[in-house]
């Protein structure tokens, strides 16, 4: 079973928090949160909706190198090259100790391979997973647990995905982490991919 964590879902314009807040409303441990994420108390780990090769000089990526340095940045690129044979895919993450006990770790989470548009796709679906899988490897083997996590809203700058949608997935995202399969079936499986894929009864995605 997963470790309870506290989810901490930040942008600093209404419009996005109203996203979070309607896709999420009823989710346990939820705090959406008005903010900019250099005006962020401290908490455990930052989700960082990146590229796949660790650039991260735009949008809320070159805040956290900003307010981390760029050795952040390095350390995240050359384990990409090591570990990831130089492209992170979409679908995968890595958490990243930045050094600050205040802060101690970022999750790098590739939304998209290069700055684009992932419209009608279910990359932040994919990031987001990964990136709640991470946090639950971390926590398994770990002594010094992340029970807070941060998220911004994922495919929203470049990716050009709507603040309802991307909350959407980020919302199904979470549910899967709280309730893991405890069998493999096509209805298991189908009603995971309804929750991915539909808005209702509506498909959003390809």
Same mark, same amino acid.
């Given at each position: 079973?997963?470790?309870? %964590? /506290? $989810?901490? $879902? @930040?942008?600093?314009?209404?419009?996005?928090?109203?996203?979070?807040?309607?896709?999420? /409303?009823?989710?346990?441990? !939820?705090?959406? %949160?008005?903010?900019?994420?250099? /005006? $962020?108390?401290?908490? +455990?780990?930052?989700?960082?909706?990146?590229?796949?090769?660790? @650039?991260?000089?735009?949008?809320?990526?070159?805040?956290?190198?900003?307010?981390?340095?760029?050795? $952040?940045?390095?350390?995240?690129?050359? =384990? %990409?090259?090591?570990?990831?044979?130089?492209?992170?895919?979409? *679908?995968?993450?890595? %958490?990243?100790?930045?050094?600050?006990?205040?802060?101690?770790?970022?999750?790098?989470?590739?939304?998209?391979?290069?700055?684009?548009?992932?419209?009608?796709?279910?990359?932040?679906?994919?990031? &987001?997973?990964?990136?709640?899988?991470?946090?639950? =490897?971390?926590?398994?083997?770990? +002594?010094?647990?992340?029970?807070? !996590?941060?998220?911004?809203?994922? *495919?929203? *700058?470049?990716? *050009?995905?709507?603040?309802?949608?991307? &909350?959407?997935?980020?919302?199904?995202?979470?549910?899967?982490?709280?309730?893991?399969?405890?069998?493999?079936?096509?209805?298991?499986?189908?009603?995971?991919?309804?929750? @991915?894929?539909?808005?209702?009864?509506?498909? !959003?995605? =390809?």
């Amino acid at each position: 079973m997963p470790f309870a %964590i /506290d $989810l901490w $879902l @930040i942008h600093p314009e209404p419009v996005a928090c109203l996203a979070f807040n309607q896709r999420f /409303d009823g989710m346990p441990n !939820v705090q959406v %949160i008005k903010s900019r994420f250099e /005006d $962020l108390a401290p908490h +455990d780990c930052f989700v960082t909706a990146a590229n796949c090769y660790g @650039i991260m000089s735009a949008g809320i990526d070159a805040a956290v190198t900003s307010f981390h340095g760029e050795k $952040l940045c390095r350390a995240i690129q050359h =384990r %990409i090259l090591d570990e990831y044979l130089g492209e992170q895919p979409v *679908g995968t993450a890595m %958490i990243q100790e930045t050094g600050n006990q205040n802060y101690p770790y970022v999750c790098h989470a590739p939304t998209m391979r290069t700055p684009g548009s992932i419209t009608r796709t279910d990359n932040v679906y994919q990031a &987001a997973f990964a990136a709640f899988t991470s946090v639950y =490897r971390h926590n398994v083997s770990s +002594d010094h647990k992340i029970k807070s !996590v941060v998220f911004p809203t994922m *495919g929203c *700058g470049f990716g *050009g995905m709507e603040y309802s949608e991307s &909350a959407r997935q980020m919302a199904a995202a979470y549910k899967h982490y709280l309730n893991p399969p405890h069998r493999f079936d096509w209805d298991t499986v189908t009603s995971r991919e309804k929750a @991915i894929c539909y808005d209702g009864k509506k498909k !959003v995605t =390809r």
